[in-house]
Nanobody
Framework: QVQLVESGGGFVQPGGSLRLSCGAS????????MGWDRQAPGQQREVVASITNPCTVVYGDSVKGRFIISRNSANKTVNLQMNNLKPEDTAVYYC??????????????WGQGTLVTVSS
């Protein structure tokens, strides 16, 4: 079992910034990727950003140039710096991890989500 602890969501005005963090702990042998998805009300979940080993970074088209994802492999954390936020960025943001556990099983898991609200 792996635990994902997310933090950093909240309320911000348009043009503002927020930083999300997610830490993983538990039965992890090796992390293949970590990242963030989001789901806005009435919308499908979409990929925001991800880092795949060793260092491949992918951003969703709507956040390119505004969001920056980073990862600390030693601490098993992934961060998402969100700049120039727009009302359309309002969503629940979910941390995700793809990993191999000590039993050599490949698994994927998502966190419980943290709400980001961008409004004036």
């Amino acid at each position: 079992q792996v635990q994902l602890v997310e933090s950093g969501g909240g309320f911000v005005q348009p043009g503002g910034s927020l930083r999300l963090s997610c830490g993983a702990s538990g039965n992890i042998l090796r992390i293949q990727s970590m990242g963030w998805d989001r789901q806005a009300p009435g919308q499908q979940r979409e990929v925001v950003a991800s880092i795949t080993n060793p260092c491949t970074v992918v951003y969703g088209d709507s956040v390119k140039g505004r969001f920056i994802i980073s990862r600390n492999s030693a601490n098993k954390t992934v961060n998402l710096q969100m700049n120039n936020l727009k009302p359309e960025d309002t969503a629940v943001y979910y941390c995700n991890i793809a990993y191999t556990n000590m039993d050599y099983e490949y698994l994927e898991q998502w966190g419980q989500g943290t709400l980001v609200t961008v409004s004036s």
